[in-house]
């Protein structure tokens, strides 16, 4: 079993910058790639960034260039560096992380950016 816990979302007025972090706990050595997902009111969750365990990453296109993920696997923790932050950005931020076996999904953290 993973654990996930999101912290760092919040209110922000656009063009501004957040840091999303993402808590790993349990069997934290079978996590290979990890990711985060957004889902905004009424709209489908989404994929947002990604890394693998070798740190090779891949990005929605809205959010490339705005967006960084990171992962300090000697905290267990990945984070997501949000900057040039837009309302269309506003959304709960899910982190996820993958084993061989299955998914393991975090609680989310709300991000709205205003106008």
């Known amino acids: 079993q993973v654990q996930l816990v999101e912290s760092g979302g919040g209110l922000v007025q656009a063009g501004g910058s957040l840091r999303l972090s993402c808590a790993a706990s349990g069997n934290i050595f079978s996590i290979n790639a990890m990711a985060w997902h957004r889902q905004a009111p009424g709209k489908q969750r989404e994929f947002v960034a990604s890394i693998t365990s070798t740190g090779t990453t891949n990005y929605l296109d809205s959010v490339k260039g705005r967006f960084a993920i990171s992962r300090d696997n000697a905290k267990n923790t990945m984070y997501l560096q949000m900057n040039s932050l837009k309302p269309e950005d506003t959304a709960v931020y899910y982190c996820?992380?993958?084993?061989?076996?299955?998914?393991?999904w975090g609680q989310g953290t709300q991000v709205t950016v205003s106008s």
């Open positions: 996820w992380a993958a084993t061989l076996v299955t998914g393991y």
